[in-house]
Nanobody, 120 residues
């Protein structure tokens, strides 16, 4: 069984920074891809940033240049560095990963979410 646990959310003033972490644990052979999503109240969940096993990244237009996705393969942990935060970045942030298990099966997993609140 594989679990994803996010951490690092909280309350920050506009212009501030936060770094979210997503730690994967369990029977993991490799992390194929990882992404960060967010869902604000009354809105649909949206992709914020994605990272492939080859290192390619993609970002939502609204966060381009402010957010950076990365990961530490040795620690099976992904990160989302968020700078120049704005009130409209307020949302629950979710980590998602496609993980190849030790049985060679690739499955998608989601974390429980972490709240990010940006005050004006």
């Amino acid at each position: 069984q594989v679990q994803l646990v996010e951490s690092g959310g909280g309350l920050v003033q506009a212009g501030g920074s936060l770094r979210l972490s997503c730690a994967a644990s369990g029977s993991i052979f490799s992390i194929v891809a990882m992404g960060w999503y967010r869902q604000a109240p009354g809105k649909q969940r949206e992709l914020v940033a994605g990272l492939t096993s080859g290192g390619s990244t993609n970002y939502a237009d609204s966060v381009q240049g402010r957010f950076t996705i990365s990961r530490d393969n040795a620690k099976n942990t992904g990160y989302l560095q968020m700078n120049s935060l704005r009130p409209e970045d307020t949302a629950v942030y979710y980590c998602s990963a496609s993980i190849e298990g030790t049985d060679w099966a690739v499955n998608d997993y989601w974390g429980q979410g972490t709240q990010v609140t940006v005050s004006s």
